[in-house]
């Protein structure tokens, strides 16, 4: 089994930062992509960032410029640098991750964590 576990999130008044961490752990895995998904309320979950085992990176037009993902292979972990946070950016945010495990490759998703942007 694998595990997604994501840090980071919390409360920030606008034109803060924050730094989402999302480590993967359990067993063996090849490591296809990893990113980072957010869903605000009443409203569909969206791609944020995402980062391929190649290196190329997407991100989402509303948050270019502003986060940055990045990723350690060594500890399996993945980054995301929010700079200059708006209240637009406030949901909640989850890990994902696309894993080949035991010669099947699918997504695992983390439990989500709190992102809320207010004054």
């Known amino acids: 089994q694998v595990q997604l576990v994501e840090s980071g999130g919390g409360l920030v008044q606008p034109g803060g930062s924050l730094r989402l961490s999302c480590a993967a752990s359990?067993?063996?895995?090849?490591?296809?992509?990893m990113g980072w998904y957010r869903q605000a309320p009443g409203k569909q979950r969206e791609l944020v960032a995402l980062?391929?085992?190649?290196?190329?990176?997407n991100y989402v037009d509303s948050v270019k410029g502003r986060f940055t993902i990045s990723r350690d292979n060594a500890k399996n972990t993945v980054y995301l640098q929010m700079n200059s946070l708006k209240p637009e950016d406030t949901a909640v945010y989850y890990c994902?991750?696309?894993?080949?495990?035991?010669?099947?490759?699918?997504?695992?998703w983390g439990q989500g964590t709190q992102v809320t942007v207010s004054s």
């Open positions: 994902n991750a696309e894993l080949e495990v035991t010669g099947v490759r699918r997504n695992y």
């Open positions: 359990g067993s063996l895995f090849i490591t296809y992509a």
């Open positions: 980062i391929f085992s190649g290196g190329s990176i």
